[in-house]
């Protein structure tokens, strides 16, 4: 059983359109991580978010950790190519001192 | 940049050969972590380590071992590797101020086991 269920696992869509990515989970989190992956590199955060209902927003790029701490969402307004990559979220749990991560969701933004 | 470095970078070995992935920082931090990665799986942890010599499996561990001699290296071993270890394998820190979760990623070693 996955801990945190992202979605979808794929989406493709073209240059400015706006789209939102998900974590779920019926597990609380102390904390969760989004990170970004290009091809042949590793992951690199783009937040954290730790408070209940607690909104970032980096650029373009907003994340929102739900209220009870069980899921997150990512939201991106006006899409480039340059978006384009694997996005992962990690959740981890109070006392637990290790991520957990997602399956993760390719992104494609086609020019 | 976070200062890790993982060796080599891609190695192709045939089953049941031993194989020794190396993770190296330069920033002192005590947690250390060996992930693999496979489409469909996102990041599997398979060890961890929370200082030297102080080691714990992650959810992946049957077929590995790790080990942790000095602060600055992670050693990941798989003792006779088999076709279901082909995997990109990334070695992550986390430095422990500020009390968050953040992981910084190693670039990865590309593995191919025939």
């Known amino acids: 059983t996955q801990l945190l269920e992202q979605s979808p696992q794929f989406l493709s869509i073209q240059e400015g359109e706006n789209l939102t990515v998900y974590c779920n989970s019926s597990s609380v989190f102390s904390s ?7 091809p042949g590199e590793g992951p690199v955060l783009l937040v954290t978010v730790v408070t209940g209902g607690e909104v970032k927003k980096l650029k373009r790029l907003t994340f929102q950790f739900g209220d009870a701490r069980k899921d997150s969402s990512l939201h991106i307004t006006a899409a480039q190519p340059g978006d384009t990559g694997l996005y992962l979220c990690a959740g981890v749990r109070a006392n637990a001192g290790k991520s957990t991560f997602g399956d993760g969701t390719t992104l494609t933004v086609k020019p | 940049d976070a200062g890790i470095t993982q060796s ?8 049941g050969t031993p194989v020794t992935l190396r993770c190296h920082q330069t920033e002192n931090h005590r947690y250390m972590y060996w992930y693999r990665q496979d489409p469909g799986h996102g990041l599997r942890l398979i060890h961890y380590s929370y200082g030297v010599k ?3 499996k992650g959810e992946v561990s049957d077929g590995y ?5 000095k602060t600055e290296d992670f050693l990941l071993t798989l003792e006779s590797a088999t076709s ?3 995997s990109v394998y990334f070695c992550a820190i986390r430095p422990t101020s500020g009390g968050q979760e953040t992981q ?3 670039p990865g070693t590309r593995l191919l086991v025939l």
């Open chain 2, 8 to 15: 080599p970078r891609h190695k192709v070995t045939e089953t």
């Open chain 2, 65 to 69: 071992s790790v080990s942790r001699s």
């Open chain 2, 104 to 106: 910084y990623f190693g």
């Open chain 2, 54 to 56: 102080d080691t714990d």
């Open chain 1, 32 to 38: 969760l991580q989004w990170y970004r992956q290009e």
């Open chain 2, 84 to 86: 279901s270890q082909t």
